[in-house]
Every structure is written in structure tokens, then in C-alpha cells.
């Protein structure tokens, strides 16, 4: 069970949801100055049912027993909620390693999305111009006989991660990973024996260099 998010974790989910500023958040939801979250988030203060209150008042959708309590969902209801992805901002490479470890940086909200299970930033440049450097992938795990081929996943094997266009190859028993970029970078084979698990791209937020 992963854990809970702090007091600062909180506010700032909802801060980025918002699509705000910490300041203009502050003077948004009625507090006299942003001073009162930063104590917030450097750990002094708790956040207070007026706090609380404030928040609730300009975004009826928030939970307010999550805002004082980390418990339950961010939001009030299903409807307002959407799909709400675990992000974890960390490379793919690295974070792949330790998901059981992570605690989520926010939550995104992307109403109408398919099944997603989380979403992590991805810094390779295998994937050239399919998937820039910085770009977040939304994913979710699934069994090796649901792959596509030729479709976009993580690949987690014993020695490698890797985001990679995937070719499973049944009569050698091997898979064969390409990389959007085929010009400067080559293929990878990876013995059906070193495949610990797979995470197809359902989505992808190619943010603006």
C-alpha cells in the first residue's frame, strides 16, 4: 500500500490542478498572503479547517475530508474526478525499479482517459520525435499475450528498462525492441527468460520545449 500524501503534497495537487500559481492560489481561495501555504510547506503549519474550508468553497469538487486528512480521493465525486493518475516524476528508467517505493509528486486529471494505472516521465532518446525527451507516459500493466506489436511499451526485463517499440517473436521465443529512432540507435532482442513485466503507453502529455 502506497502511502499517503503529506499536508504540502496535497495543497500543491490541487495548486497544479488548478493550473495556478502558489501565490495567485493563495489570494484565489482568500488568504491574505502566500505566506500561509509556504508554512504549509515548509512543515510548520498543518493545514486548518479554514484553509480547508477556503478551498472547498472555490473548488466544491475537492474532498475536504482529503484535503485535511490525505484520506479517500482528491475529489468529492466520480464524475468530477475523471481518471485521477498517480504521477511519479521520475525517468522511466530509474523509477521502473522502485514503484512499490514511490509516493506520487501529484495526481493528474484527465477525464475520458482508458484504464491507466500511472503516469512517469520519460527522458530517453531512443524514441526521437514519437516520444521527445520530457515527455509524460501514461501506463498501465498487462500480460505478455495482450501486446500489439509494433505499439509502444515499457519493457522491464532483468538487466534493462526501456521504452521501445515491441515485436514479440514467437518462434524464437524472444522479443524484438525498436526504438523510434532507428537511425541512431539499434535494436534490442531480449530473451523471453529475461522479461519480468510490461507497461503499454495508453497515453502520452508531450510538453512544449
Excluded: H
Excluded at 502511502?3 to 482568500?30: L, P, V
Amino acid at each position: 500500500m502506497r502511502e499517503k500524501q503529506d499536508n504540502w503534497q496535497r495543497i500543491e495537487s490541487i495548486i497544479k490542478w488548478a493550473n495556478m500559481s502558489t501565490n495567485y492560489f493563495a489570494r484565489y481561495i482568500g488568504l491574505p498572503r502566500g505566506e500561509n501555504l509556504y508554512q504549509i510547506k515548509r512543515g510548520n503549519n498543518g493545514i486548518s479547517r479554514d484553509v480547508a474550508n477556503r478551498i472547498v468553497a472555490k473548488f466544491p469538487q475537492i474532498s475536504k475530508l482529503w484535503v485535511l486528512t490525505g484520506e479517500g480521493q482528491m475529489f468529492a465525486s466520480e464524475e468530477s474526478r475523471g481518471a485521477q493518475i498517480p504521477f511519479y516524476n521520475i525517468a522511466v528508467e530509474q523509477g521502473m525499479r522502485m514503484l512499490d517505493r514511490l509516493v506520487p509528486t501529484w495526481n493528474l486529471v484527465i477525464p475520458g482517459l482508458p484504464a491507466c494505472d500511472f503516469a512517469m516521465r520519460y527522458d530517453g532518446r531512443e524514441m526521437g520525435a514519437m516520444v521527445p525527451a520530457g515527455t509524460i507516459v501514461l501506463l498501465t500493466k498487462i500480460d505478455r499475450e495482450m501486446v500489439i506489436p509494433g505499439a509502444e511499451y515499457v519493457i522491464v526485463g532483468r538487466k534493462i528498462v526501456t521504452l521501445r517499440l515491441a515485436f514479440p517473436e514467437a518462434d524464437t521465443k524472444s522479443w524484438r525492441l525498436v526504438a523510434g529512432d532507428e537511425l541512431n540507435f539499434g535494436d534490442i532482442v531480449l530473451d523471453d527468460s529475461e522479461l519480468e513485466s510490461i507497461y503499454k503507453v495508453v497515453g502520452k502529455l508531450i510538453l512544449n520545449q
